[in-house]
């Protein structure tokens, strides 16, 4: 699993895993809820964003296989 941290006028957090959807459906069972369900992006890989509980959004990242 790859972290990209990248600073700007904001934090944005990029968590990248393999595969996107099996973690999405475990993270929805535990309570979270998804602005972005997991989605097929152009370039290929898969997106989905969650805020956590301080409502700062994360966004999980599926690499194009």
């Given at each position: ?43 290929g ?15 999980i ?5």
């Open positions: 699993d790859l972290f990209y941290i990248y600073v700007c006028s904001r934090i944005i957090l990029l968590l990248c895993w393999t595969p996107c959807p099996p973690l999405c459906e475990r993270l929805v069972s535990l309570g979270v809820e998804f602005l972005d369900p997991p989605e097929q992006q152009p370039w890989g898969l997106l989905a964003s969650f805020k956590d509980v301080d409502r700062n959004i994360l966004t990242v599926q690499a194009p296989t």
